[in-house]
């Protein structure tokens, strides 16, 4: 009988953070989001972020800083938040219900973008800490949208990702990329958000790489035939989020360069904006950080600035074949190996 680790596997102990865990790892936050911010703004050429700083009347706060109207970017944010509380949400709960009877810090860094040309995909972000008494882990990932198929742009996007977990770990990117496909996907239509990346969740150097609930998934049954990696701490864990998040402006940058002078018209715009409302069904329905946010009364402004500023639903859509917007659904949102692709005119 196969036997799947979940979040509440305890059976290995957890070792405790550093002392100025919290300390370190905010400094980290802010500093990516910085950084973040600052390359935006240089693709962009137009606009600047507009920073709101707001208090967490429970415990804690944020830095909200929202970029519109500009030369790329439609609307996109990227936030900073560190709260904490007496009262663990039941999202955690359900997860992690050795947890229970503490209180909480949580911090963290997420970002969404949408851009205005449809060629250009949109791109979430997010990386965060949490530590509950005994019990901390590190979480997050990246992922791209995109609304016209372009495979160099998701083996470019893939292959940056990969280098960032290979340097900590052979097998973080094979389960993480499994499992980022198996967390986007909209379950009530069937469908993938996009072309996915990296998720992970409750990384705390115990156990299997994959703790999810769907324990037949492809992401499950693969870590679970790897079994569960040695030697991972909480520097180990500290560092490999560190790369990953510095890895995100040269994943998504050339893409963003490549696509964002293609002429465009109101066909692509509609299809973008239809494919949009995908975004939105997913982030109400299913997005884990949302759904924390307004559980522990977080700033609804900041958590919901991942919704695209226009999006529209078209009852019964079905795109013509043969049509790019049919390839999207047919081939181009269906799980990949985009870290092996090659450019087959490179190979005539």
């Not at 973040?36 to 240089?42: H, M, P, Q, T, V």
């Not at 936030?79 to 810090?105: K, M, T």
Request: net charge negative; with cysteine; glycine share 10%.
């Amino acid at each position: 009988m196969m036997t799947v680790s979940t979040a509440s596997d305890t059976a290995t102990v957890q070792s405790p953070p550093p002392a100025d865990s919290r300390e370190r790892v905010s400094q980290w936050m802010k500093q990516i989001q910085d950084e973040i911010c600052a390359g935006l703004e240089k693709l962009d050429g137009a606009k600047t972020f507009v920073e709101d700083a707001w208090e967490r009347p429970e415990g804690g706060g944020g830095r909200t800083r929202v970029i519109r109207e500009g030369n790329v970017f439609e609307q996109g944010g990227v936030n900073f938040s560190e709260v904490w509380g007496q009262n663990l949400p039941p999202s955690i709960l359900s997860q992690r219900p050795e947890a229970a009877g503490n209180g909480f810090y949580a911090t963290g860094t997420s970002m969404v973008l949408h851009p205005r040309n449809p060629y250009v995909p949109t791109v979430h972000l997010n990386y965060r800490y949490f530590e509950a008494g005994p019990v901390w882990w590190f979480g997050g990932g990246a992922d791209l949208t995109p609304y016209y198929p372009f495979a160099e742009d998701a083996a470019h996007f893939h292959k940056t990702l990969k280098e960032a977990c290979d340097r900590h770990h052979s097998e973080y990117y094979p389960v993480f990329k499994r499992w980022c496909d198996e967390y986007f996907h909209l379950t009530h239509r069937n469908e993938a958000r996009g072309i996915g990346g990296i998720f992970f969740d409750y990384q705390g150097g115990e156990g299997l790489l994959y703790r999810g609930q769907e324990t037949e998934s492809e992401a499950a049954t693969y870590s679970d035939r790897m079994g569960a990696p040695e030697s991972r701490d909480w520097e180990g864990l500290f560092s490999f989020i560190q790369d990953c998040g510095k890895s995100f402006l040269p994943s998504y940058g050339p893409i963003v360069e490549r696509r964002n002078s293609i002429e465009y018209g109101d066909r692509e715009r509609n299809f973008q904006l239809y494919r949009r409302g995908r975004y939105v069904e997913f982030n109400l329905v299913y997005d884990r950080g949302t759904i924390f946010g307004l559980q522990t009364k977080g700033r609804t402004e900041s958590i919901l600035m991942s919704l695209p500023p226009l999006v529209r639903w078209e009852y019964g859509y079905q795109p013509l074949a043969g049509t790019p917007e049919a390839e999207l659904y047919e081939t181009f949102l269906k799980p990949q190996d985009w870290s092996n692709w090659t450019d087959p005119q490179s190979q005539v």
